[in-house]
């Protein structure tokens, strides 16, 4: 069984600051995505960045960058330079990659609510 | 091609009733994914179709849960004699998956917006 664990129910950030949300994640496979999404109050759900378990290299998309961990099974999400648009619920999300019929099976964290005040 | 739209985007019922839900995948998307999310939580997978085949199902989809994907393209999932437990934003999402040789990017799920039940 795959789980993933955000322990940050919320989180708040100052406009133009850096923010950072914690994950960490378990399962036995290793060939595996890690995702970040975002889910605005009454909007849907954004992919935000990717990272594939096999790269070491850290992804960085913009004012969004990750810190894999892969041996403490670890991936937190910085935000640099907070916008207001930023806020929003953020999810960790966990997808196998073993190939067949469960490429797209997700499996979500508990989400953190990030907060950006102006 | 607007996205993967939901309809209706909110469905208040009386416990007992059947609700339907349609979802409008992205067009040239194969696979289509039904997820429900209580509130505060995280989406939980409940099925997949790979074109009209449904080939995965999650536990927590009963025996009063059934989706549909006739003709590969939309899809419905119904819910009969619906309790208050049912309670609930269900997610659609779509991807474009290759069987061969699936390249990073290919299989990245695109949500919708979600249908809001309510049952009283």
């Known amino acids: 069984a795959q789980t993933v664990t955000q322990s940050q129910p919320e989180m708040s950030v100052q406009e133009a600051e850096t923010v950072t949300l914690s994950c960490t994640y378990d399962t036995s496979e290793s060939d595996y995505y890690l995702f970040w999404y975002k889910q605005p109050p009454s909007r849907q759900m954004i992919l935000v960045i990717r990272q594939e378990a096999y790269k070491q290299q850290n992804a960085t998309e913009n004012r969004f960058s990750v810190n894999f961990q892969k041996a403490a099974k670890s991936f937190s999400l910085k935000i640099s330079d907070s916008q207001l648009g930023d806020a929003a619920m953020y999810f960790c999300v966990l997808r196998r990659n073993a190939g067949g019929t469960s490429y797209g099976k997700l499996t979500f964290g508990q989400g953190t609510i990030l907060t950006v005040h102006p | 091609d607007t996205g993967v739209s939901q309809d209706p985007r909110h469905k208040i019922t009386k416990r007992g009733q059947n609700v339907t839900f349609r979802c409008d995948p992205i067009?040239?998307?194969?696979?289509l994914y039904w997820y429900r999310q209580t509130l505060g939580q995280g989406p939980e997978f409940l099925t997949y179709?790979?074109?009209?085949?449904?080939?995965?199902k999650s536990r927590l989809l009963s025996d009063r849960f059934s989706a549909e994907r006739p003709k590969g393209s939309f899809s419905t999932l119904e819910i009969q004699r619906t309790e208050q437990g049912d309670s609930a934003m269900y997610l659609c999402?779509?991807?474009?998956?290759?069987?061969?040789?699936?390249?990073?990017?290919?299989?990245?799920?695109?949500f919708g917006a979600g249908s809001r039940l309510t049952v009283l």
């Open positions: 999402a779509s991807s474009l998956g290759v069987v061969v040789g699936e390249g990073s990017g290919a299989n990245v799920l695109t």
């Open positions: 179709f790979q074109n009209e085949a449904q080939l995965e």
């Open positions: 067009s040239e998307h194969n696979r």
